[in-house]
T-cell receptor, first 121, second 112 residues
Framework: GAVVSQHPSRVICKSGTSVKIECRSL??????MFWYRQFPKQSLMLMAT?????????EQGVEKDKFLINHASLTLSTLTVTSAHPEDSSFYIC?????????????????FGPGTRLTVL | DQQVKQNSPSLSVQEGRISILNCDYT??????FLWYKKYPAEGPTFLIS?????DKNEDGRFTVFLNKSAKHLSLHIVPSQPGDSAVYFC???????????FGQGTELSVKP
């Protein structure tokens, strides 16, 4: 259980184009999903928190008009990188929050997708 | 401002021995801590977590220790196996399910 998928796994695009990345929770519903990016040899940096049916909350320094997030259903969130430039090249990872209410203490954990490697030429 | 720090970028351990990965944090408001394992070009895989009200949590070969006064947590893997070789990230959150703040990662290499 708790499987999260991302599509595509790799994308190469020309500068100025827009790229959409999908994040799906396959066997559970997630009211909250998160989007991260990771540069080589660096940590994962949170970009935004995506809540189903409402606007995403962006971290400081992340351009909301450049990184459009839509969370239209309980199993799907999308990240669109608009007018991509070479500096947007990175590894983008989503996670979905799962709250296991049936356990004795309850656990609330993020499960991550496999990531999307974006290369902008 | 790095709120979660993993000061050792790499660690090499012999198969069968104990691996100890360390993590320090600066914000005393963090209430929940997690360890993730990550392979290159893949997303992190959840390993184990601990709430701030506990000082130890164990799951099979993995044990996480939390020292709140020192703002320090560690992950112990016993016995270490070659398949454990990966990058390990610690993460902190203000509450369960909240946004995660990651450390820089420690690359563990377990040699046969």
């Amino acid at each position: 259980g708790a499987v999260v998928s991302q599509h595509p796994s790799r994308v190469i695009c020309k500068s100025g184009t827009s790229v959409k990345i999908e994040c799906r929770s396959l066997d559970f519903q997630a009211t909250t999903m998160f989007w991260y990016r990771q540069f080589p040899k660096q940590s994962l940096m949170l970009m935004a928190t995506s809540n189903e049916g409402s606007k995403a909350t962006y971290e400081q320094g992340v351009e909301k008009d450049k990184f459009l997030i839509n969370h239209a259903s309980l199993t799907l969130s999308t990240l669109t990188v608009t007018s991509a430039h070479p500096e947007d090249s990175s590894f983008y990872i989503c996670s979905a929050r799962l709250f296991k209410v049936w356990t004795s203490s309850g656990t609330d954990t993020q499960y991550f997708g496999p990531g999307t490697r974006l290369t902008v030429l | 401002d790095q709120q979660v720090k993993q000061n050792s970028p790499s660690l090499s351990v012999q198969e069968g021995r104990i691996s100890i990965l360390n993590c320090d944090y600066t914000n005393s408001m963090f209430d929940y801590f997690l360890w993730y394992k990550k392979y290159p070009a893949e997303g992190p895989t959840f390993l184990i977590s601990i709430s701030s009200i506990k000082d130890k949590n164990e799951d099979g070969r993995f044990t996480v220790f939390l020292n709140k006064s020192a703002k320090h947590l560690s992950l112990h893997i016993v016995p270490s196996q070659p398949g454990d070789s990966a990058v390990y990230f610690c993460a902190a959150a203000y509450n369960q399910g909240g946004k995660l703040i990651f450390g820089q990662g420690t690359e563990l290499s377990v040699k046969p």
